[in-house]
């Protein structure tokens, strides 16, 4: 059988056949390194693809907190599973060139980040200068407010100001 991951509008879920390992309680889970093939697990610690075994689940849950988000959630039966809550988001629909268009957005963004996101999606070659007429605000504002959005993951410029254009990640 096969790792199966499926994606939901408020979670993720990882399926992975077999339960946790022989001898690992569940009380022990994420603190102790049993691996389900020790030969395998060995070749790719040497080989420089696994820094240290038995660390992996520190790291997701420590990631999760970093982010603010809710801890994962392990269960095992017959398949060891992991659900990762995903954080509640504005489902807003656009128009662009006559066709519906639907945006996932974090909660939490601001009103010009929404509006902001919604402009570059309705057109990805739209300038600093144009989102300030259409919002109304100044300039510089809406480059500020594309920063706080770069660095939140959710845009990147591609290319010079004149002639370039936006990629989304949302």
Partial sequence: MNVMVEVFDDRVEIYNPGGIPKGLKESEFGTKSVPRNPIIANL?????????????????????????????????????????KRPPMHILSIDKSNK???????????????????????NERITYIEMAERLGISESTVTRVARSLSKKGMIKRIGPERGGSWKTFF
């Fill in 100 to 122: 519906n268009v639907t945006l996932k957005l974090p909660d939490g963004l601001t009103e010009n980040e929404v509006e902001i996101c919604k402009l570059i999606k309705e």
């Fill in 44 to 84: 790719l610690h040497r080989a420089g693809y696994i820094e240290k075994m038995g660390t992996g689940i520190k790291k997701i849950r420590d990631a999760m907190a970093d982010e603010g988000l809710e801890a994962p959630v392990f269960t095992s039966t017959m398949f060891f599973t992991v659900v990762f």
